[in-house]
């Protein structure tokens, strides 16, 4: 097994190549001075099983370019096959045309992989499970809620309710809520816009309650703000707790998140975080890519670590 690393998240990359036991392998990336990629393999990968860890962040467009090139770089260098590990799948929210006219976004992606060269794919957390539906390679996607539940454990908070921020992530909400043997509620929300959210009613009791605003990515942190006044109009305890996989924190959000007053803010690695503030927890996702990475390599089943 070879695992290379775009330039998207150096510190995933080392952090992973720790737990794996392993040395990053050797690749050129750069770009030329038009502003195109350009990707070489400095060591063989002939007939060699090549794992490539790359993330969406802030500059998707750049970080999927470079991802398509190392693809098939790989496959034009003979590597036996090609495992994309991509912790945060780039333009995942536009997975279907809800408004006319609407590009499907996200299937582009999963086609230009496939076409690069991907013959498998490692994710975690996709916006929604249909994604899968697009790729005709395997897809392993796995679920945080297994890092945040053993972070929530240890807290042990009494009375705690897990909130989906929308109808949309209840599902999420609900297998972590399990896991906690915590209660679940559900917010009703619209979204007049883009980057805008309007929350109408809360689903469940949370009067008094502990509440863990549960989601798969934080961007502008507008969804997480107002719900947050949400649950505190309906009585719900002071002391709110937001978590989320991708914390892509882009324009607003990390001075909402100050303003907010959230009792704490609990996000993983897999996108770089730039900047911090109190409150903020950012737990590592290397442990799990890599043990999933030695079941596939050892030829043993993930299922129980989808289960989990």
Request: proline fraction near 5%; glycine fraction near 6%.
């Amino acid at each position: 097994m070879h695992l290379f690393a775009g330039s998207s998240h150096p510190a995933l990359a080392a952090a992973l190549a720790k737990e794996l036991g392993v040395e990053l392998g050797r690749i050129t990336l750069k770009k030329f001075s038009c502003g195109e990629h350009y990707v070489r393999f400095e060591e063989s990968v002939r007939g060699k099983d090549v794992y490539l860890l790359q993330t969406g962040t802030r500059n998707p467009n750049e970080d999927v370019m470079e991802l398509f090139l190392m693809c098939q770089a790989a496959k034009l260098s003979f590597a036996r096959s090609v495992h994309v590990v991509l912790p945060h799948f780039p333009y995942a929210r536009q997975d279907r045309v809800a408004e006319p006219r609407e590009a499907i976004s996200a299937k582009i992606v999963a086609h230009l992989l496939e076409e690069a060269g991907a013959d498998h794919l490692i994710v975690l957390d996709l916006h929604s499970d249909q994604i899968q539906g697009f790729f005709k390679v395997p897809v392993d996607a796995l679920a945080g809620r297994t890092i945040f539940a053993e972070y929530f454990r240890s807290k042990k908070l009494p009375d705690p309710v897990v909130v989906a921020p929308d109808v949309g992530g209840a599902k999420r909400a609900k297998k972590l809520a399990d896991i906690l043997d915590a209660d679940l509620a559900i917010l009703h929300k619209s979204r007049p816009e883009h980057h805008r959210t309007e929350m109408h009613e809360v689903v469940g009791d949370i009067k008094g309650k502990t509440c863990i605003l549960f989601d798969d990515i934080i961007d502008t942190a507008g969804t997480l703000i107002a719900a947050k006044e949400a649950l505190l109009e309906r009585g719900a305890n002071a002391d709110i707790y937001a978590a989320a996989t991708h914390a892509v924190f882009s324009g607003p959000a990390l001075e909402r998140l100050q303003k907010a007053n959230f009792k704490e803010v609990i996000v993983t690695d897999s996108i770089p975080i730039q900047a911090t503030f109190p409150g903020l927890t950012v737990l590592p996702i290397a442990p799990l890519l890599a043990t999933v990475i030695r079941h596939i390599e050892s030829g043993q089943s993930v299922t129980e670590i989808y289960k989990n």
